[in-house]
């Protein structure tokens, strides 16, 4: 069983930036991905950014070029880096991991998701 655990949530003025961490109980590279995803009041969670083992990384139109995810599985921990905040990118912050295991020598996998407990993120105007 892995942790995963968020911080660096919390109340920010518009334009302004914070750092989110994502840390694992156990190893991050056993997660072929990691992400970030959000859920505003009343609307549906969404995928925010993602970052696969090797670095590829993926980002909702919304944020493309203010945010910035990174992982270092050295010290099994992901990031996102969030900058020019505006009052729509408010919500929880949720950390993701997905593994993908094999598990008999047929090649079978078991694919699982991890998910952390959430960082609120309030931006003001």
């Known amino acids: 069983q892995v942790q995963l655990v968020e911080s660096g949530g919390g109340m920010v003025q518009a334009g302004g930036s914070l750092r989110l961490s994502c840390a694992a109980s156990r190893g991050t590279r056993r997660f072929t991905t990691m992400a970030w995803h959000r859920q505003a009041p009343g609307k549906q969670r969404e995928l925010v950014a993602s970052?696969?083992?090797?670095?590829?990384?993926n980002y909702a139109d919304s944020v493309k070029g203010r945010f910035v995810i990174s992982r270092d599985d050295v010290v099994n921990t992901m990031y996102l880096q969030m900058n020019n905040l505006n009052p729509e990118d408010t919500g929880v912050y949720f950390c993701t991991g997905h593994s993908s295991v094999v598990v008999n020598v047929e090649g079978a996998r078991a694919e699982r998701d991890y998910w952390g407990q959430g960082t609120q993120v309030t931006v003001s105007s």
């Open positions: 970052i696969t083992a090797g670095g590829v990384t």
